[in-house]
């Protein structure tokens, strides 16, 4: 009988880490972020307003950001409610060159309503490569009638 010698175990874990180390610096990126190894950073704020279609504004309307592809209850990058101006204001720190607001009114005859918005983030730190800046949208609402 003969035997069949195999590699050394070792030699062959050695060369599938280094595989897998290659392909991990050759991944691309999508063409709005820079090339880096990680999770880049920054900041956004969005603002807006909600109202009906008759103009009055509408307090107490659940506004969140989240990714376009996310359900809106699941992950959210912020939440808050509108005030009694039918105005909202959302702040964080995150990166996403999409993001999603969703607006939930308190009134249930109401439709609720959700836009994508394209992010620019601007004034990146060049001492940080990491943080690609701060991103500003305004997001406003009016909202329709589900009796139409």
């Known amino acids: ?6 590699p050394n175990s070792s030699l062959l874990t050695s060369i599938c880490s280094l595989l897998l180390s290659l392909l991990g610096f050759s991944c691309s990126s999508p063409e709005d972020v820079p090339d880096m190894y990680g999770q880049p950073v920054g900041d956004f704020e969005i603002k807006g307003a909600v109202t009906d279609e008759a103009g009055s504004v509408i307090s107490n309307a659940e506004i969140r950001v989240t990714y376009p592809e996310a359900p809106s209850g699941i992950y959210r ?15 964080g720190y995150e990166y996403a060159p999409k993001m ?3 607006c939930i009114p308190e009134n249930s005859d109401l ?6 918005v394209n992010m ?15 991103a500003e949208a305004t997001v406003d609402f009016s909202l329709k009638s589900k009796k139409e």
């Open 100 to 102: 999603k607001v969703v």
């Open 111 to 116: 439709q609720p309503d959700s836009v994508i």
């Open 1 to 6: 009988m003969r035997l069949i010698k195999r």
């Open 77 to 91: 990058f912020g939440e808050t409610k509108t005030n009694s101006e039918g105005s909202y204001e959302i702040k």
């Open 120 to 134: 620019e983030y601007k004034d990146r730190d060049k001492h940080d490569s990491w943080n690609l800046g701060h």
